[in-house]
């Protein structure tokens, strides 16, 4: 499986982006997927997963109720909607994806696509 995360960018405070993951390969829509994000010097933190049928949600603290993440198994992509943005959510956010069940740490992840970057100006 090939992960290609895309949708980074600049915004403002309190505004919204979107980003996606686009999968190639067979069986993506069997995969578990979660959104990582990481700024300089500080380890990859989770943000949000969702099982393979979409069925199930989970998310950091520190962005629920402000992100959203859904997937779209017949395009083989996962989104993340992000809503509200603090300059804090400034970072790289990175796609991940295992066939297996797997919850928030990183080494339970077995793909992972380039990064995006997203930046929130105060």
């Known amino acids: 499986v090939q992960l290609q995360a895309s949708g980074g960018g600049l915004v403002q405070a309190g505004g919204s982006l979107r980003l996606s993951c686009a999968a190639s390969?067979?069986?993506?829509?069997?995969?578990?997927v979660g959104w990582f994000r990481q700024t300089p010097g500080k380890e990859r933190e989770f943000v949000a997963g969702?099982?393979?049928?979409?069925?199930?949600?989970y998310y950091a603290d520190s962005v629920k109720g402000r992100f959203t993440i859904s997937r779209d198994n017949a395009k083989n992509t996962v989104y993340l909607q992000m809503n509200s943005l603090k300059p804090e959510d400034t970072a790289v956010y990175y796609c991940?994806?295992?066939?297996?069940?797997?919850?928030?740490?990183?080494?339970?992840?077995?793909?992972w696509g380039q990064g995006t970057q997203v930046t929130v100006s105060s």
């Open positions: 969702i099982s393979w049928s979409g069925g199930s949600t």
């Open positions: 390969g067979r069986s993506f829509s069997s995969y578990t």
């Open positions: 991940a994806a295992d066939p297996g069940v797997v919850g928030g740490y990183s080494y339970e992840y077995d793909y």
